[in-house]
């Protein structure tokens, strides 16, 4: 059974920083492209950023500039680093993943069960 766990949500102040992590576990083979998306009350899902194996990161426009997504394969993990951070970057932010399981051997896409970020004074 494959999982992904997210972690480092919480409340901050405007302008301040949140780094928020995701690590996979399970029967793992490969992990691919791994993303992070965020939801706000009554919105969609939305791209934040991507992180392709050995390749370069994406971003959405307006968190371009001021948030970093990295990996570090040798856990398993994907982080995002959050600077300068608005009230409109509140959100449920949900980690993302296409994973082979050993189980299967096929791309499965994975979510993690979220971390809520709120950007309040």
């Known amino acids: 059974q494959v999982r992904l766990v997210e972690s480092g949500g919480g409340l901050v102040q405007p302008g301040g920083s949140l780094r928020l992590s995701c690590a996979a576990s399970g029967s793992i083979y490969s992990i691919h492209t791994m993303r992070w998306y965020r939801q706000a009350p009554g919105k969609q899902r939305d791209l934040v950023a991507a992180?392709?194996?050995?390749?370069?990161?994406d971003y959405a426009e307006s968190v371009k500039g001021r948030f970093t997504i990295s990996r570090d394969d040798a856990k398993n993990a994907v982080y995002l680093q959050m600077t300068s951070l608005k009230p409109e970057d509140t959100a449920v932010y949900y980690c993302?993943?296409?994973?082979?399981?050993?189980?299967?051997?096929?791309?499965?896409?994975?979510w993690g069960q979220g971390t809520q970020v709120t950007v309040s004074s």
């Open positions: 992180m392709p194996t050995g390749g370069f990161p």
């Open positions: 993302n993943a296409v994973i082979v399981p050993r189980t299967g051997m096929t791309f499965d896409d994975y």
